[in-house]
């Protein structure tokens, strides 16, 4: 009974930053996998930063690459996507997720290209870049 909850969306100007939370509970696999995603209105879900625990790897969209920042609390079972530079391209509704169970060869990019190999998803959080 894996459950994520997102939060620290919202109204941000463009070049400004944002820090969103990602908390599981029911979180019981030892090897796991963490995945964030986001969706603009009119267009497909996107992968935008992605943490594989079999490989250790992150991986980050070209769009998103050295302004946003993947972390994890695992005393508080919370991932973190720091938002930094942000664009107005970036406004979406972003959404973690998480899959039941993950190979000894699954990629973090694997996580992101791969959105329909997710099991659980958090509700979303908007964040919107606008003047």
């Known amino acids: 009974q894996l459950q994520l909850v997102e939060s620290g969306g919202g109204l941000v100007q463009p070049g400004g930053s944002l820090r969103l939370s990602c908390t599981a509970s029911?979180?019981?696999?030892?090897?796991?996998?963490i995945g964030w995603f986001r969706q603009a209105p009119g267009k497909e879900r996107e992968g935008v930063s992605c943490f594989s625990d079999s490989d250790g790897s992150t991986h980050y969209a070209d769009s998103v690459r050295g302004r946003f920042t993947v972390s994890k609390d695992s005393a508080k079972n919370t991932v973190y996507l720091q938002m930094n530079s942000l664009k107005p391209e970036d406004t979406a509704v972003y959404y973690c997720?998480?899959?039941?169970?993950?190979?000894?060869?699954?990629?973090?990019?694997?996580?992101?290209?791969?959105?329909?190999?997710?099991?659980?998803w958090g509700k979303g959080t908007l964040v919107t870049v606008s003047s």
């Open positions: 029911g979180f019981t696999l030892d090897s796991y996998a």
């Open positions: 997720a998480a899959p039941r169970f993950i190979s000894s060869r699954t990629t973090g990019q694997a996580v992101c290209e791969n959105p329909a190999g997710m099991d659980y």
